[in-house]
């Protein structure tokens, strides 16, 4: 049995933790970038160009999470899930957006964001938005049932079809 | 029926969701913008101070709040409801139409801060003016269960009469673009 397999099996063991978002506020994100280090994936969110009625806005990140490639695949089978499922209850969501040569240039915020490192990851379909809950649970193995969720990110079904599509063809 | 139309008849109704208001902070705007995009609208709510050396407008923007069409054109209903009520009682509320300055006359201040998603939102009518409470379902009102109120903006029947105007006319055009926002059917 080679160590991921001896992992997962222990994984399965620990019952799912409870997630706790009691401090956390969720953040609108209409675009998605992906970035790529030796060891881990870096997915920004942010927000693409818009005119408001101050004048243009550039396109900004406004959260970066960093995840090793175990939890990315992680991530996106539980895209995938939730994708299906949503086309499957109330049809196509259309064509992917908020990625690709759009979201090309974007600058960060006046301060840069520092990535936050990740292992956990929750994704929720409601019929409107799709919910992403961020987790470093500094201890899997233990019995701690309550994690507490560090970044709060939701999007559009089609942004998140466009993340789902990224991710795949990135690992 | 559209995609929206489906969903209203899985909904709980706002008057049907518990709310939690410990420790929510409060803005008191003296402007508000509202921008429709393809995916979701934002609503600003800023402080606007005025410079006479310059003859030039600061604003802050103090909260910025981005929600679904839906739930928009939800908050939209619930505002010109409570102003109907107002209106009834005190008379005819003129709003600000027309007089937002233009982007030349007017300086961001700072970095605006995070569009906070929300997708439920109260509309409380009180004798001075209106309060509105945005707030996160995470269950998309489908189970029962206390909901926290993120944040809490408490603006005139002048200003709420602005917010419903410019939501009219954005709204009017983001249905012409991709198509009607269905709440009710």
Redo the contacts between chains.
Sequence with gaps: MGFFNWLSERMCLVPPPVFD??SV????A?FVHLGLTSDSLVINFG??P??????R?PAIV?RRVAMDFRTARKLLAALKMTIQEHERI??SIGSP??CAAETQEFTS??EPIHPTRVNLARV?G????V?FDFVCDWKPFGNVKVVHVSDRV?T?F??TKGLFERIASTI | MGFFGRLSRRRKSVAEVVFDDARVSTTYPDWVAFTAMREACMIDFVLLAHEPARDRQYATVLYRAAMTGYTAKQLLTALQTAIQRCEQQFGKIQGHAGRLPQAGEIAVTGEPPDPMYVNCARVTPTPEGVVMDFAFNFASAFVSGKVRILHRVVVGFYLAETLVQRMLSEIRDHEFRFGEIEIDV
């Design positions: 978002d009691s506020s969720p953040v609108y209409d927000l693409l818009h005119t408001f009625p101050w004048g806005h406004l109330l049809g957006a908020g915020s006046a929720t409601t019929p409107d938005e919910v939701v559009s089609r942004t």
